[in-house]
């Protein structure tokens, strides 16, 4: 079946720090991903996507995620984090060939240190 | 601002009871989603709507019925409600009948507490 794990329960980095979230799908089929955030009393973004094509795609806010087939993962990433970042972020998968329905991992919650 | 509206943003009731909550989609989008968020089972799928006729079903019990009017909005019902129906419900909506090559814009979700 599919399904999507975040490893990371709770991640906090400093101010400024580089950031990288972790995701694993498993997916028979070529998948199609997604990186979403969603901040308190908010509802869920999209930060990026990936179809197919170049494995390293580029997102809002100055995230970018890469898609490592061998690996399965699809790890997002940003070289400086802001304040305002804090959040949840989840990793999803389009779980049939239309990429309609996602399945989402259980979310990733960031905290950011002055 | 999706451009996704969910009325109401807070909902208490009693078990046993029926709620409806409401989605209006961004406009010219033909796809309704709805999901489930809750502690325990994370975000699921629910049910999927194109142009008001129902396209693809998750995780939905029995209990639970949508539906997709005329106008394109979307209402999902909920009925016998028992505890554990207390979750966060989001509605997106997309332009297609796949978010292949669109995306999914999520309302800011309708909090239900079954007391």
């Known amino acids: 079946a599919q399904s999507v794990t975040q490893p990371d329960i709770h991640i906090t980095v400093s101010e400024g720090a580089s950031l990288e979230l972790r995701c694993n799908y498993s997916?028979?089929?070529?998948?199609?991903l997604f990186w979403y955030v969603q901040s308190p009393g908010q509802g869920l973004q999209l930060l990026l996507k990936y179809f197919s094509g170049d494995t390293l795609v580029q997102g809002i806010k100055g995230f970018e995620a890469e898609f490592k087939r061998s690996q399965s993962s699809f790890n997002l990433r940003k070289p400086s984090v802001h304040w305002s970042d804090a959040a949840e972020y989840f990793c999803a998968v389009g779980a049939d060939n239309q990429g309609v329905k996602l399945i989402f991992g259980q979310g990733t919650e960031l905290s950011v240190k002055p | 601002d999706s451009g996704v509206t969910q009325t109401p943003k807070h909902l208490i009731t009693a078990t046993g009871q029926r709620v409806t909550l409401r989605c209006s989609p961004r406009?010219?989008?033909?796809?309704v989603y709805w999901y489930q968020q809750s502690l325990d089972q994370g975000l699921q799928f629910l049910i999927q709507y194109y142009n008001g006729e129902e396209r693809a079903k998750g995780n939905i019990l029995e209990r639970f019925s949508a539906q997709q009017f005329p106008d394109l909005h979307s209402e999902l019902n909920l009925s016998s409600l028992e505890l554990g129906d207390s979750a966060l419900y989001f509605c997106?909506?997309?332009?297609?009948?796949?978010?292949?090559?669109?995306?999914?814009?999520f309302g800011q979700g309708t909090r239900l507490t079954v007391v």
């Open positions: 997106a909506s997309s332009a297609l009948g796949r978010t292949v090559n669109t995306e999914a814009f």
């Open positions: 997916y028979g089929a070529t998948p199609y």
């Open positions: 406009s010219g989008d033909l796809s």
